[in-house]
């Protein structure tokens, strides 16, 4: 209310200088008597006020129209436009300058081009919001993070949508053994939430479960993790977005995902990939050595039972299906690594029950010498 007023008092006197400036320019007759020109100066500015005042009515009902309407536009739209029109006047006087010494047309130019560009630069602005508003968070996030980088050893880690979802990295951030800042690029986040309202059941507790997971990293290292407001129009892949990414400011990717995993070490990029991590911390089980676990399930070949260890380790037990849900000693057999991870394979030397038929079972086993 304050500035709507203040605004129609400016318009008042506007007006009533103008009223009077216009009286004594044109309408001035030095013969009248001093009575009547003063009589014709105070008309002269009562009139300009009023019209000043009849103008300022309208003026502030469009300048609250414009207002309100700004107020709904979105703060990186008004940036982008600004931007833009900025750009599209500095050409515009460039252009204007070099070509001011044409005849006849060259005293228009400055005001044509400066329209015309103008009104260019601003289209312009609006159209590429995105693309200037995270070239500017970008830089502003990776100059940040090169300074940090500088402080401490280890370079930076970007994290992928999988290695969010799986859960292991908020373990891993709080023994403190990754050095460095871990950068999140804003797709990644987009594609985070874009899985968190999935209408997929399944995906949406998956994406939903990332989304905590992330809050409490970023709680557990808060000057440690970085979001970058950076996105691409190509490639449309995330996970070709993420190589290209960490290529540009020399960042290592964590992921648990095996395709990017692979893909990123053709285009150079250093991965740590968490499934390669678990199985290196795993314990070492030899062939020969004697396992106590519990018989979960039947496995897929006939016979075969299916047990797991505390680090989640598969081990295929033969002739296992007859004791679900017992526990059992087992003796290692062999042992198959896969990119997924190490599979077991035993069979049976000693069933851990008290009923009869088990100590009949581990009798028969230990005179047959199986």
Request: proline share 3%; glycine share 8%; aromatic share 8%.
């Amino acid at each position: 209310m304050q500035g709507k007023k203040l605004f129609r008092i400016i318009l008042v006197i506007i007006g009533a200088v103008i009223g009077y400036e216009i009286y004594n320019r044109f309408y001035f007759i030095p013969d009248l008597p001093t009575s009547y020109n003063i009589l014709y100066n105070s008309l002269a500015i009562v009139i300009g006020g009023i019209v000043g005042f009849l103008v300022s009515s309208l003026f502030t009902i469009k300048l609250q129209q414009i207002i309100h309407n700004l107020q709904k536009v979105p703060t990186k739209n008004i940036i982008a436009a600004i931007f833009g029109l900025i750009v599209g006047l500095v050409i515009a006087n460039l252009l204007a300058y070099s070509l001011s010494f044409i005849p006849l047309i060259g005293s228009y130019l400055p005001i044509i081009l400066n329209v015309v560009l103008g009104l260019i630069g601003v289209s312009v602005g609006l159209s590429k919001g995105d693309e200037i508003v995270n070239f500017f968070g970008y830089f502003k996030n990776v100059n940040k993070a090169k300074r940090r980088t500088d402080k401490v050893s280890g370079c930076a880690k970007v994290l992928d949508t999988s290695a969010i979802i799986d859960g292991r990295i908020l373990d891993i951030c709080q023994t403190g053994f990754l050095e460095g800042d871990l950068i999140i690029p804003r797709f990644v986040l987009s594609e985070l939430q874009h899985i968190a309202d999935s209408s997929d059941s399944l995906k949406r507790n998956r994406g939903r479960r990332g989304l905590d997971i992330l809050n409490k990293i970023i709680k557990i290292n808060k000057n440690k993790v970085k979001i970058v407001g950076k996105d691409y129009r190509e490639p449309k892949e995330v996970d070709a977005k993420i190589i290209k990414f960490a290529k540009e400011i020399n960042a290592k990717i964590i992921t648990t995902d095996y395709n990017l995993n692979k893909i990123a070490q053709l285009e150079g990029v250093l991965v740590l990939n968490i499934n390669d991590l678990s199985n290196a911390l795993k314990a070492v089980i030899l062939p020969g050595e004697e396992i106590a676990v519990q018989i979960i399930k039947e496995g897929k070949e006939p016979e075969q039972g299916v047990a797991y260890l505390d680090d989640g380790t598969m081990i295929v037990i033969e002739d296992g299906n007859k004791y679900i849900g017992k526990k059992v000693n087992i003796l290692v057999t062999s042992i198959l690594q896969t990119p997924a991870g190490r599979m077991i394979f035993g069979k049976i030397k000693m069933v851990v029950d008290n009923n009869k038929s088990s100590k009949l079972e581990n009798y028969r086993r230990a005179f047959s010498g199986k």
